[in-house]
């Protein structure tokens, strides 16, 4: 299994409130905003799995994307990919320390998203949605 490139999170300021966070927030906006994906690593918080695996719980995207995707995601340590032995040999792709990590925020962007955000097809989506109900 490979090791993480960066193992520990990078060191923060003391007061993040002084600090410049848009090239954070916009590296992070700018990963997760690329088709797929949310929805790769949302598949893959359920367990390892290959790609196979993968398609059947994101049926709609294609091989080449699903690959593409992975690659992308291995390389920023979100992901991480190990050969399962068997003819024929077949990666198994999970969650990182660092994947596992981002679980967290991206379940609160989805809470906010499901309150604040009108789904795509219906007829509010063109106006800010009003929160359904506060937790």
């Not at 918080?45 to 699903?66: T, Y």
């Not at 390389?75 to 990919?81: I, K, N, S």
């Amino acid at each position: 299994m490979p090791t993480p490139q960066n193992p520990r999170p990078a060191p923060r300021p003391e007061n993040p409130q002084s600090a410049d966070a848009s090239p954070a927030i916009t590296r992070a906006f700018a990963l997760l905003s690329k088709g797929w994906n949310g929805p790769i690593l949302m598949a893959l918080a359920k367990g390892p799995a290959d790609v196979a695996q993968i398609r059947e719980r994101i049926p709609d995207v294609s091989n080449r994307m699903l690959s593409r995707r992975l690659q992308e995601l291995t390389a920023v340590d979100l992901v991480t990919q190990e050969t399962w032995p068997g003819l024929p040999s077949r990666p198994r792709y999970a969650l990182s320390p660092h994947g596992k990590a981002l679980l967290i925020p991206l379940a609160v962007l989805f809470l906010w998203a499901e309150d604040h955000l009108p789904a795509i097809d219906s007829p509010a989506s063109d106006r800010p949605a009003a929160p359904r109900h506060s937790r």
